[in-house]
């Protein structure tokens, strides 16, 4: 779990825009004819890219790995 009390009100609106747009990508993604491994491959690579994304933002020391990212 994240302390978003610590950060900055800016912080958190690009954390919640980033977090939107990436949602929106999957469900676009998932939507595409595409075979299910090529859907899974580009999911990965959207999901690696956000938490790169988030950790810029907000610092790897403040992150986690688990289902609240």
């Given amino acids: 779990m ?3 009390a610590s950060l900055e009100r800016s912080k958190l609106e690009k954390l919640t ?3 939107s747009r990436t949602i929106d990508g999957l469900g676009m ?3 595409t004819p595409a075979p299910p491994e ?3 491959a580009e999911a990965d690579e959207l999901v690696r890219h956000y938490r790169e994304l988030k950790d810029t933002l907000i610092g790897p020391a403040s992150t986690s790995r688990d289902a609240s990212d």
Avoid: P
């Fill in 38 to 40: 090529a859907k899974v």
């Fill in 29 to 31: 993604l998932l939507a």
């Fill in 17 to 19: 825009e980033l977090q």
């Fill in 2 to 4: 994240h302390n978003f």
